[in-house]
Every structure is written in C-alpha cells, then in structure tokens.
C-alpha cells in the first residue's frame, strides 16, 4: 500500500474517531457546563438533571433545567424547564465554534416579581457583571500572544414557544402565556460567542418580551376597570 495512502487513511480515521469522541461527550459537558458555571453567571443556584446529544444528527435533548431567583425573592425560581432541543453542527463539535442551528422549548415557565421584574433584574446584572469580566480577561490574554481556551458558540436561532409567565405581584400570581420568544444570530462561524455572550442577550431577550406581555396585560386591565358596566 502506497505510504501517503496509508498516512492519509490513518489520519482520516483519527479524525473520525476524534468526531466521535468529542460528539460523545457533549451531553456531558453541556450537562457539567450548566451546573459548574452557569451559578456564577447569574448569581443564583442552576440545575440541568440530564443532557444527551445523538451522534448522527447532532440532536440534543436537556431536561428539567431550573435556575433559582436571587436571595430574597418572593419566588424561589426564576425559570423552570422541563425539556429542550438543540440541534448542532456535528462537524463543527471539534472546532474553535460549535454551530448550533437551533435551540427550541415549548415548556418554558417564568417566574416574575412585580412590574420591574426585581429577580430578572439582579440576574441581569450578575450577568452582565461577569460578562464585562469575561471580555477584559479574554482582552488580557489576548493582548499577551496567550492562547485563548474559552469554547465558542454561534446560535442561529433559539424559539420558545408558549412560554409560561407567571406574574407575581404580592400575593396575587397572573398566569400570561408568551407566543414566542425568538433570538436569531448570536455570533458567528468564525468568532462566534462565549458562553456569557448566549446567556446575557438570551436573557436580555426574555427580559424584553416579559415587560411587553406585562406592560400589554396592565394596560388591558386599566381599560377594563374605566369601562363602566351596564
């Protein structure tokens, strides 16, 4: 057998196997990411209790995701999760940006305290708070020739679907269902995003399309209570 022929199918198969392994672990990490870091990203505890990912399809499946509200809150969870799809590029597992084509639950349930949402806000401000630190260390390494080991993202399109927005005002709970929640393009094939980056315009996103769906549901009540009845 020619000797570049045999070098050739000897890198192909470790390449292939390379694939394979990496596939093979993702429902891990996913799993081990979310529960190790995402806690010091919003400020609060979070939990995933299982993450898988088919090697064939690169279809992903996490379940039961729930991040708590910040110390204090009248609502001990900020978001509940039963089940989730992601869809990512196999082939892009083993490089610098993992592509995920898509990211979708139709079983979201938000827990909101007052109009302003105060355990939304002081998750968003954890975030952005370790966000700001992110980039200035990535900045850091950057500027000093080091090699940069943060894993990369490009999210083409996340959709939540009939979310679930419970509304929490003193003792009184407003149940308000969301159509849609969608965030498309976050990064990008060649730079892509962090981690940080996904969660803090993630939640931006959700923060946004809360305050609508309230401020709609308030108006809505104000009209009704000025219509004199017959």
Known sequence: MNKKFS?????????????????????????KTVNQVTHNITGTDAEISRSSLSL???KAELKKLMIASPKGSSA???????????????????DDVVIIENFESDTIEIFW?????????????????FATRERGIIEDIKSRGLEDEHKYFALEKMTFTNTKL???QGKNITEITIPQITLENIGDAKRGASFVDLMEKSFKEIIITCEKHINEHIISLEKANKTPSN
């Open 7 to 31: 070098f050739f199918i000897i890198i192909t198969i470790a390449t292939i196997l390379s694939l394979l392994i990496a596939l093979s672990s993702m429902g891990f990490i996913i799993k």
């Open 56 to 58: 064939i399809t690169g």
């Open 76 to 94: 001990p969870l900020a978001l509940k999760m039963a089940t989730a799809q992601m869809k990512i590029k196999p082939s892009s597992v083993t």
């Open 113 to 129: 305290e007052e109009k302003e949402g105060r355990n939304y806000r002081e998750i968003m401000k954890n975030i952005s708070e």
């Open 166 to 168: 419970h509304f929490i």
